[in-house]
C-alpha cells in the first residue's frame, strides 16, 4: 500500500558511472518531480513531469535526465556520476490542477558517489 | 534562489512543552505549507496554509501566516518524543502546478 515509493534506497558507485534511480506512485497523481536534499539538508527542486510531459527543468546538468514512461512512473538517469552528485533524492507525486495541493514524498534514495 | 527560511535552526525541549519554528521568504506566494522529516526518510505533509488565511489548526499544530511581514510560525502544543524531527516550510508562488521552494528546516529534538 505504499504510496510513493523508490528504488534502490542506497546507491553507492564509482565516479564516471551512470546510473538509474526509479520511482513509483500509485496515488493516481498526475505530477511527478524530483528532489536534491543536500548534506545540510537543503532541498531542492530539479525536474516536474505532469503527465509525462516536463514541467519543470531547474538548473540541473544535462547528465541527469528524467524519463517519465507514464504518469505512474518518473525515473532518473545520471551520466558520468560526480563526487557532488552524492545526496539524497526525493520523488514527489501531488494531484493536478491548482496550486492547492500538497506532495507526497518517497523515501528517498541515497546516492553516495566515491 | 532560496526562500524559506526557517528559524531557529535548531530547538531542543522536554516533553510537554510547546514548540514554536518560524519561516520567512521573500517573494509573494499563493500558499505555505509546512512538511515534517523524519531521519532518514521522506518528508511528510503537515499543513498547508492559504495566503488569504492568517491562521490554522490541525490536532496539536497551529499554523499562522503573516504575508505583510512575510513569514509564518508553526507551533507544536505539548511536544512527544516522537515529535522529534526536521520541519520544513515550503512556499508556493506558483498558479497551475505545484512548485514548492523548501527553506533549510529546523531540527527539533523533543526528550523525554
Known amino acids: 500500500d505504499t504510496a510513493v515509493s523508490q528504488t534502490p534506497k542506497y546507491l553507492v558507485t564509482q565516479m564516471g558511472n551512470d546510473k538509474s534511480i526509479k520511482c513509483e506512485q500509485n496515488?493516481?497523481?498526475?505530477?511527478m518531480y524530483w528532489y536534491k536534499q543536500d548534506s545540510k539538508k537543503f532541498l531542492k527542486i530539479m525536474f516536474s513531469?505532469?503527465?509525462?510531459?516536463?514541467?519543470i527543468n531547474e538548473t540541473v546538468p544535462n547528465r541527469f535526465s528524467p524519463k517519465s514512461p507514464d504518469k505512474a512512473h518518473l525515473n532518473l538517469h545520471i551520466n558520468s556520476l560526480e563526487l557532488g552528485d552524492s545526496a539524497v533524492y526525493f520523488c514527489?507525486?501531488?494531484?493536478?490542477?491548482?496550486?492547492?495541493?500538497?506532495?507526497?514524498f518517497g523515501p528517498g534514495t541515497r546516492l553516495t558517489v566515491l | 534562489s532560496q526562500q524559506g527560511e526557517e528559524d531557529p535552526q535548531a530547538l531542543s525541549i522536554q516533553e510537554g512543552e510547546n514548540a514554536t519554528m518560524n519561516c520567512s521568504y521573500k517573494?509573494?506566494?499563493?500558499?505555505l505549507q509546512w512538511y515534517r522529516q523524519n531521519s532518514g526518510r521522506g518528508l511528510v505533509h503537515l499543513i498547508l496554509?492559504?495566503?488569504?488565511?492568517r491562521e490554522k489548526h490541525s490536532g496539536r499544530l497551529r499554523v499562522t501566516l503573516d504575508t505583510s511581514k512575510k513569514s509564518s510560525s508553526l507551533l507544536i502544543t505539548a511536544s512527544r518524543a516522537a515529535d522529534t524531527a526536521s520541519y520544513f516550510c515550503?512556499?508556493?508562488?506558483?498558479?497551475?502546478?505545484?512548485?514548492?521552494?523548501f527553506g533549510k528546516g529546523t531540527m527539533l529534538l523533543v526528550s523525554p
Open positions: 517573494t509573494s506566494i499563493n500558499n
Open positions: 496554509i492559504r495566503s488569504n488565511e
Open positions: 496515488l493516481g497523481h498526475d505530477t
Open positions: 514527489a507525486s501531488s494531484r493536478k490542477g491548482g496550486s492547492y495541493n500538497e506532495q507526497f
Open positions: 513531469y505532469n503527465n509525462k510531459e516536463l514541467i
Open positions: 515550503a512556499t508556493d508562488a506558483t498558479s497551475g502546478y505545484s512548485t514548492l521552494t
